[in-house]
């Protein structure tokens, strides 16, 4: 490679990445084109095509329209993958609805301060307690099952979006624990799906294995949007199994398979790993790719995973080239459209020049894919000049690749999904046996980080374990966020403000007491 190079992913005009206007606006003219092109199997009722999915999603959003849903309105939506839930989702953004992903295992708490944040019309959610939760806490809001138990009705205006309306307010928790609504327009998601088609050269004869939840950025902005927008298919799959995608893959002659590193973990390990070897793309992301997994991979499949960083608020930032080395470690280079700094800490851009090759800096990004802002947060999220800092650490290498390297947020990421210590903290504060509580992520092979519990034990008490931990907050909190490991300590170490110091946690820890 001659010199640093600076956006991956073929060419094109990084300014006309939203000139399709939106995602609906594109889709409509796929399905426009060659209607009967099939574009999303379904476990249990097979393939349907583009037309299929046009004139399902075109009843749904009468449906809504008739329940008096409107242009703007927010609508909770969760559900295994499936067509109905995929249905759901396009009529929800075809007719300017602002769908809001929530993830299944959410408990009532976590789910009470989405509604209450939120304020949400309608409610779409396969879960019976999910249902009773948003009906105590919204009981003006239209909630169901499936848009097959409303009414049918007049379909109303569909696909005439501008592209600063909202479509999704994804909710992600920051460092204070409650988690905030990123407001992501119509025009930030098209740019979301454009870059990818154009960075992975994503075709109409693409067939891709979706088995992550619809309800992240990952299945959903990348995966679906992905794939509908670059007039592919998709096989969903409504949970993970290492033999199931195996199974798919060779079934439907699939070319793409995304995954996060726990996923390619137990793939890795299953005797039929070399089946995969058909697939044109692996890609992984949502956390860090152990180099030793990226190996192991190309050992057992002949696959070189292709590594991405993005994020709920963005859509994807980065990737490793489609062609062209794919370090492991490495992240790769911005995306098109993608204006991306590694700042000094206390630097933005137009404060400084960037820090040096081969420097550590704050990811800071600018492009037509970064989300609007927090929802009911002004003065939040991106400055007014569109520059968004991350939060997190990186540096370049000579050529230009990118290394994630820490964070300047205290987040875990275990399996692919975030938490936050003091979210963790705050639910175990009252425990009885215990007196102070911190939460860090220790390393872990399978989760990439494991939740782990650091206890100062009340006076007269035992250190709880992990399972009694788990038991106080099932209510409370998501079982991914719960307690693994239980880590006795004599104190908790702190700065002189009082502040957790986690990175210390490690050194003053005692002998573990439980861990599952
Ligand atoms: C399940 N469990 C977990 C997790 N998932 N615990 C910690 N971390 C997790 N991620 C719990 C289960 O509740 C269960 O607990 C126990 O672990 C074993 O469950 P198991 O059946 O083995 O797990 P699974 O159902 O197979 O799920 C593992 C999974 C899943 C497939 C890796 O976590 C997953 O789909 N992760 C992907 C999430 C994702 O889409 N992330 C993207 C975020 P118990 O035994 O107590 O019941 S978007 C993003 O990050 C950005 C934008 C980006 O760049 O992509």
Not at 43 to 59: H, K, N, Q, V, Y
Not at 345 to 362: D, I, K, L, Y
Request: aromatic share 6%; glycine share 12%.
């Amino acid at each position: 490679m001659s010199g640093p190079a600076t956006h991956c992913g073929a060419g094109g005009d990084p300014e006309d990445l939203t000139s399709g206007g939106s995602l609906p606006a594109v889709w409509r003219e796929h399905a426009g084109r060659q209607p009967d092109r099939v574009c999303l199997h379904d476990p249990d009722t097979g393939w349907i095509s583009r037309g299929e999915l046009a004139e399902e999603s075109a009843a749904v959003a009468g449906r809504l329209f008739a329940a008096g849903l409107r242009r703007g309105d927010r609508v909770l939506l969760s559900a295994p993958a499936g067509t109905a839930l995929v249905a759901a989702h396009v009529a929800c953004l075809r007719m300017g609805l602002v769908v809001v992903p929530l993830n299944a295992a959410l408990r009532r708490r976590e789910v009470a301060h989405i509604v209450a944040d939120a304020a949400p019309r309608g409610a779409i959610l396969d879960d019976a307690d999910m249902r009773a939760w948003v009906r105590r806490a919204a009981p003006e809001a239209v909630v169901c099952t499936s848009a097959v138990h409303l009414r049918s009705g007049k379909v109303p205006s569909l696909d005439d979006l501008d592209g600063n309306e909202p479509a999704i307010l994804g909710y992600t928790s920051g460092t204070t624990g409650a988690p905030k609504g990123a407001v992501l327009t119509h025009a930030n998601l098209l740019a979301g799906a454009e870059a990818l088609r154009r960075a992975w050269d994503w075709r109409d004869s693409d067939r891709l294995v979706l088995a992550l939840p619809l309800f992240h950025m990952h299945g959903l902005g990348v995966g679906l949007h992905g794939t509908l927008h670059a007039g592919a298919a998709a096989v969903l799959q409504p949970s993970f199994d290492p033999g199931a995608v195996i199974d798919a893959v060779l079934e439907h002659r699939a070319t793409l398979f995304f995954g996060v590193p726990t996923m390619y973990s137990r793939l890795v390990t299953h005797r039929r790993s070399g089946e995969l070897a058909g697939l044109r793309l692996a890609v992984s992301g949502s956390a860090p790719l152990a180099a030793e997994l990226h190996r192991g991979l190309e050992a057992a499949t002949g696959l070189r995973v292709l590594e991405r960083y993005g994020m709920t608020e963005t859509v994807m930032l980065v990737s490793n080239p489609l062609d062209g080395e794919r370090r492991p470690g490495s992240v790769g280079f911005p995306l098109p459209g993608v204006d991306l700094r590694l700042m000094a800490p206390g630097e933005s851009p137009g404060s400084a020049p960037e820090v040096a090759a081969g420097m550590s800096g704050e990811i800071w990004v600018r492009g037509p894919n970064v989300f609007a802002g927090y929802w009911c947060r002004p003065g939040t999220g991106p400055r007014s000049d569109g520059w968004f800092s991350t939060g997190d650490i990186a540096r370049r290498d000579a050529e230009g690749y990118l290394y994630l390297e820490g964070r300047t947020t205290e987040v875990i990421i275990t399996g692919g999904l975030n938490v936050y210590p003091r979210e963790v903290e705050e639910q175990l504060a009252d425990h009885p046996a215990i007196a102070e509580v911190a939460i860090a992520g220790r390393p872990d092979e399978q989760w990439g980080e494991l939740v782990t519990a650091y206890v100062v034990p009340a006076p007269g008490r035992r250190t709880p374990t992990a399972a009694d931990l788990r038991s106080h907050v099932v209510d409370r909190l998501a079982r991914y966020k719960q307690p693994r490991a239980v880590v006795p300590v004599e104190a908790i170490p702190r700065n002189a403000l009082g502040k957790v110091q986690r990175h210390l946690l490690g050194e003053v820890a005692g002998t573990e007491a439980a861990a599952t």
